[in-house]
Structures are given as C-alpha cells and as structure tokens.
C-alpha cells in the first residue's frame, strides 16, 4: 500500500479527495481498489455532484465488477476475471452504460496476452521501437522469453478476448488499454489481440479509436476523422482492414494539427523540426538507465556508477 492515496471512510472524504482533484482540472478520477463496496459508492456519488468521471480498477475481483458495474462507475478498468462470460453477465451490463476497458497485454485470471507476441515475434528486432526505448529495456524483456504451449493462450486472453467480442455484440463499449507494459507496440498487440477473440477488424479499430474517446467523454473532439475535431490521426501505409497487423504499418502521426515522421518523430509538413535526443541517446548517458528494475533485474556496479 502506497502513500500517494486518499482514504475514503466516509461521503465528505470522498467529496474532499475529487475536489482537491478537479482542481487541477482532472476530469476523471481513478477509484482504485476500494475495498468496500460503500467507498466505493461515495466516490460515485461525490463525483456525480462535481460532474467527474470514474474508472475503477478492477482488481480481478468478479463480485466487486458486478457490483461496480451495478452502481454505475464510466468503466471496468481490466478484464473480468472469469471467461467465457454467459448470458447472465451479458444481459445485466448491456443494461448499463459502463465500458471495459480488459488489457488484455495483463489479461486477469490467465496468461498475459504480452507473453504471446515476446513468443510468437522477435520484437528485439524492431528498429522502429528501438529508436524510442532503451535496448536494454527491450532485450530483457523480448529476448529472454517465456515459452509456453499455444492452448496456454487459447485458455487465456484469447478466451478472454472472446467474452470482449461478446460484450460489445451485446451492445457494451470495449476500449483499447495497452496498461503502459510496453510503450508504443503493446497498443497495436491489444488491437490485434481483439480480433484473436472473434472482432472484425472494424470492430477493433473502434475499440482502439471512438470507443476510447466516447469513455473519456472527448468524442467531440477526438476518435475519429470529422470536420471540427482536433487533427489527431495515423497515416498507414497498409489497409488494417485486410489484415489487422497493418495498424503497425504508420507512416505519419499527425498530432493535433502538427504532422511528425512515425520512424523519428522529426516535424515535417509545414515545418522542418529535429526532435531533441531521449536522454538515452546523449552521449556518455550509458549509466542513465537504473540498473535495478522490475523489467530487467539487478546488474552489479560500482558506487561510482561506472
């Protein structure tokens, strides 16, 4: 349990912890593993009266999903932990308004979806990601692999993946959440990962693109391509329509009306701009990377830093 928490025991706490969130202007709250059920119906109400948003994490907790679905939270942060889902689930969260958003690169109650494309590609081995991460964060994670038999899969987030298909037939809204495990790709590996389950290609792009905006509330701003909106889009070399793994094929990235090449994010179009180097990048930056972490061990050195 961290310190960076509100503790909510009670309405005017919750009502306490928004407002000092609005402030900055936040439009949305993260109500994150309360573990009572009343917390988390006072942050629901605290954020009706200041017209905020609230997105639960799911916490791989199936009756806290049903409940918070029931009481009304935006969205279901990560998948619900039980697969296939029946006709029960089905009917109730068709009834409400509440989107999921099911990571399934984390994918609750089975294998991470990300373990399949570490498996099934050699990521290491893509220049374009590599011009935006560190090596060592790739390698460590791409080269040294889990190796696990194809049914592993098809028993985690592909049958995740199908229970999402179901619910966005029924009419419930699936957002793309990529859950920051590897920058930039893991987005394209959710989209892909929608239609292991049984989604067009369609269906995919919408949970990667509108979908997103309607939960954030932003749809009139962003999501899609429509006269009025922000100048936010990709520009593909290939149709993902054909072939869902065209999504990586980017050739452009126009950013609110500022066009970028998708290889080195230098400004191009109406201005000729060099982006500045990643700290990684500047010489002698070899000991800026910790070489302690999570991603990829513990490494010797000298107190020095050498």
């Not at 119906?41 to 791989?60: D, K, T, W, Y």
């Not at 002698?284 to 990377?289: K, L, M």
Request: aromatic residues 10%; contains cysteine; charged residues 20%.
């Amino acid at each position: 349990e961290g310190d960076f928490k509100a503790v909510i025991n009670n309405l005017d706490d919750a009502r306490s912890a928004l407002r000092r969130t609005q402030a900055f202007e936040a439009f949305s709250v993260k109500s994150y593993n309360q573990p009572r059920r009343e917390q988390r119906q006072q942050v629901i109400q605290a954020a009706r009266e200041l017209g905020i948003l609230v997105v639960p994490e799911g916490g791989s907790f199936f009756y806290h999903n049903m409940s918070m679905v029931a009481d009304g939270h935006t969205g279901i942060e990560h998948n619900i932990p039980v697969a296939p889902l029946h006709s029960d689930v089905l009917q109730f969260w068709k009834a409400t308004k509440t989107h999921n958003t099911p990571t399934l690169i984390v994918n609750y109650g089975g294998v991470n979806g990300e373990f399949y494309w570490y498996q099934k590609t050699n990521v290491w081995e893509k220049k374009r990601l590599l011009n935006f991460t560190p090596r060592p964060v790739i390698d460590s994670r791409a080269r040294h692999r889990t190796m696990i038999p194809d049914e592993e899969y098809e028993n985690g987030h592909i049958l995740t993946a199908k229970s999402c298909k179901k619910l966005q037939d029924a009419g419930v809204n699936i957002n793309l959440g990529s859950h920051g495990q590897i920058q930039g790709i893991g987005a394209h590996w959710e989209t892909w990962m929608f239609t292991q389950g049984g989604m067009s290609s369609l269906q995919a792009l919408k949970a990667s693109t509108i979908n997103g905006a309607v939960y954030l509330g932003m749809d009139k701003e962003i999501g899609s391509i429509k006269a009025g909106k922000l100048a936010d889009l990709v520009v593909l070399d290939k149709n993902p329509l054909s072939n869902i793994q065209h999504t990586e094929s980017i050739r452009y990235v126009m950013l609110n009306g500022r066009l970028y090449d998708a290889d080195t994010l230098n400004e191009i179009g109406n201005y000729n701009r060099k982006r500045s180097k990643f700290y990684f990048e500047i010489e002698g930056s070899a000991n800026a990377w910790p070489t302690t972490g999570t991603s990829f061990g513990h490494q010797p050195t000298c107190l020095c830093g050498k």
